[in-house]
């Protein structure tokens, strides 16, 4: 098995990837699918890696009722010169609960998203809210609220509704054979006052 060239578990998911450290002349290894406590870190080995493909469950586990960490971090990808292909797929999930106060309802959060090397294209963001729905039914959106995300990869929220229970954003960046894409990373609030 530690000559394996090409590894594809073809709907399996993993939480732990240190059995694949030993593998170290694998070069591809696609439908992968791991869940938030994966560490690619644990990949390090795979110096002859050439094509990754990882379908990150966050998405799956958060229909579960859990709260998945967000796949924020894939520069453990960096240095490996001969990937070719990388996709990241639905690396979706949460980030730590922020406190605040309803004196000051600004949040601001600067490029979360760390890229491997192998990256050239600034990541695209997308910021939105989520509010408690009102018990009348009636539409929650506060139209004083202002969402900005700035030439530098700044996310900016102003003016929070102080009945926001989340702060979400989308993240992707799509550079020919480089794919990472994460559609629903929240920041959950605990408001203060």
Not at 2 to 29: A, H, I, M, W
Not at 72 to 93: C, H
Not at 108 to 129: C, G
């Amino acid at each position: 098995m530690v000559n394996l060239k090409y590894f594809s578990p073809d709907g399996g998911s993993f939480t732990d990837l240190r059995p694949l450290q030993t593998l170290t002349k694998l070069e591809t290894l696609i439908n992968l699918g791991i869940f938030d406590k994966a560490n690619l870190d644990d990949l390090i080995l795979l110096d002859n890696l050439k094509e990754i493909s990882l379908d990150f469950n966050g998405h799956i586990a958060d229909n579960m009722n859990t709260k998945p960490n967000a796949l924020l971090d894939i520069s453990a990808l960096s240095g490996k010169n001969n990937l070719e292909q990388i996709y990241i797929s639905g690396a979706d999930g949460y980030l730590p609960t922020v406190s605040m106060s309803k004196k000051n309802k600004n949040y601001t959060l600067i490029d979360p998203v760390i890229l491997s090397d192998q990256f050239k294209e600034k990541i695209v963001y997308d910021i939105d809210l989520i509010q408690n729905e009102p018990e009348d039914g009636s539409d929650c959106l506060d139209n004083e609220a202002n969402l900005t995300v700035t030439d530098n990869n700044e996310l900016i929220w102003e003016n929070i509704p102080s009945d926001t229970e989340y702060l979400l954003f989308s993240a992707h960046v799509n550079e020919g054979n480089f794919s990472y894409n994460a559609d629903n990373i929240k920041i959950p609030i605990r408001w203060l006052d």
